[in-house]
């Protein structure tokens, strides 16, 4: 069974900066890609970062130059460095996996760990 456990969340002032972590119980080259994404209060989740297998990661527009995904396949173990947090930033944040396992799609979550930006 896999689980992703995050950790990291918290409490920051504008400007500051949270590292997200994110522990699989199994194998992260498994999956095709592992990503973070958020989902702010009122509004729908949204596609943070993301990383293939291959290490090529991707961002949303609205964190490109402050978010930093990163992977530690020793570790089985993803990572969300956020710099320069805006209150914009306030959310509960989502580690999430995905494979394909005998031709069949998986996708996983975490519980999520909140991250909220005060002024």
């Known amino acids: 069974q896999v689980q992703l456990v995050e950790s990291g969340g918290g409490l920051v002032q504008a400007g500051g900066s949270l590292m997200l972590s994110c522990a699989a119980s199994?194998?992260?080259?498994?999956?095709?890609?592992m990503g973070w994404y958020r989902r702010a209060p009122g509004k729908q989740r949204e596609l943070v970062a993301s990383?293939?297998?291959?290490?090529?990661?991707n961002y949303a527009d609205s964190v490109k130059g402050r978010f930093t995904i990163s992977r530690d396949n020793a570790k089985n173990s993803v990572y969300l460095q956020m710099n320069s947090l805006k209150l914009d930033d306030t959310a509960v944040y989502f580690c999430?996996?995905?494979?394909?396992?005998?031709?069949?799609?998986?996708?996983?979550w975490g519980q999520g760990t909140q991250v909220t930006v005060s002024s």
């Open positions: 199994v194998n992260i080259a498994s999956f095709n890609a």
């Open positions: 990383i293939t297998r291959g290490g090529s990661p």
């Open positions: 999430n996996a995905d494979r394909y396992v005998n031709l069949e799609y998986y996708a996983y």
